[in-house]
């Protein structure tokens, strides 16, 4: 089992900045890829980003490239989301997800595990 508790979130003007974390118990973080997702009210939930287990591999959604960066520290069990230019459109609840395996991850059917959320609001 593992257990991730998002955090960072909040009220942003655009063109501005966030650093989302997510923390997750349990001492096999390392084997796992991390995911962040994102919905907005209404909508699906959506990829936003991935990481593999050692960082090696990163994968992001075409509307967030340059602007947000995955990383993880595995010795604090946490994967960030560096979040940068923000925009209007960015505005939603952000989850950050697990799964077992290699590789990383665009489906949210393919993640075991999730957090509670963080909101943030974007506004001009």
């Known amino acids: 089992q593992v257990q991730l508790v998002e955090s960072g979130g909040g009220l942003v003007q655009a063109g501005g900045s966030l650093r989302l974390s997510c923390a997750a118990s349990?001492?096999?973080?390392?084997?796992?890829?991390m995911g962040w997702f994102r919905q907005a009210p209404g909508k699906e939930r959506k990829f936003v980003a991935a990481i593999n287990w050692d960082g090696g591999i990163r994968n992001y959604v075409d509307s967030v490239k340059g602007r947000f960066t995955i990383s993880r520290d595995n010795a604090k069990n946490t994967v960030y989301l560096q979040m940068n230019s923000l925009k209007l459109e960015d505005t939603a609840v952000y989850y950050c997800?697990?799964?077992?395996?290699?590789?990383?991850?665009?489906?949210?059917?393919?993640?075991?595990?999730w957090g509670q959320g963080t909101q943030v609001t974007v506004s001009s």
């Open positions: 997800a697990a799964k077992s395996g290699s590789s990383t991850y665009v489906s949210v059917g393919r993640y075991d595990y």
């Open positions: 349990g001492r096999t973080f390392s084997t796992y890829a």
